[in-house]
């Protein structure tokens, strides 16, 4: 009576680039479920197969789908200059800043903006603002500010990866009363 069941199995990789001829990377042991294939080029198609292989003899492989290494996704730029003031009330400032120059390929989710009181040293998230079309400059208007208080503010841009480096005001901003014709000086 033949125990191949019991035969020692060990797997072969095998590797096709831009569908051409099949190459063996390695041969691993049973209990290896993961390998690292090294030195592929970006932007190259590729198939991966394995089989199992003891003294009976080889399997049929099973393939991978066709995958093209890409680089993977990063941070997003910073905001862009110049973050202003662009409006002004009693309790209000409304901010203009510039969209990132580059989203670490993978789309820009939202910009974070954060405020804080310009002697103290920790900002306060505010809200998340919506990217707009290429190149088209953003603005939000923060409301329930204090008269006659200094801000001070920065932007952040957000991806699936994570946060930009922030952009900070350069001076700080104060909610006054707008000037009129009929203001008394």
């Known amino acids: 009576m033949l125990h191949y069941a019991k035969s020692p199995i060990q797997y072969i990789l095998e590797i096709q680039e831009d569908k051409h001829d099949w190459k063996q990377l390695s041969t691993v042991d049973n209990f290896i479920t993961k390998f690292k294939a090294a030195d592929l080029k970006e932007g190259t198609m590729y198939k991966f197969r394995v089989s199992a292989v003891n003294k009976v003899g080889q399997s049929k ?15 997003p730029g910073p905001p862009t200059y110049p973050f202003t003031m662009t409006e002004f009330s009693k309790t209000s400032l ?20 954060e405020k804080r009181e310009s002697w103290k040293s920790t900002f306060q998230y505010v809200t998340k ?11 939000h208007c923060v409301e329930g500010l204090k008269e006659d208080q200094d ?16 952009i900070e005001t350069d001076v700080p901003y104060k909610p006054r009363s707008p000037f009129s014709k009929y203001s008394i000086l």
């Open 61 to 75: 492989p099973l393939e991978s789908d066709q995958v093209v290494l890409e680089k993977p996704p990063e941070k």
């Open 94 to 113: 409304t901010l203009t800043w510039g969209p990132s120059q580059t989203d670490g390929g993978s789309s820009i989710l939202h910009y974070i903006l």
């Open 129 to 139: 603002v919506k990217p707009q079309s290429q190149g088209q400059k953003l603005t």
């Open 151 to 166: 801000y001070m503010f920065r932007v952040f841009a957000e991806n699936s990866v994570g946060a930009s480096k922030a």
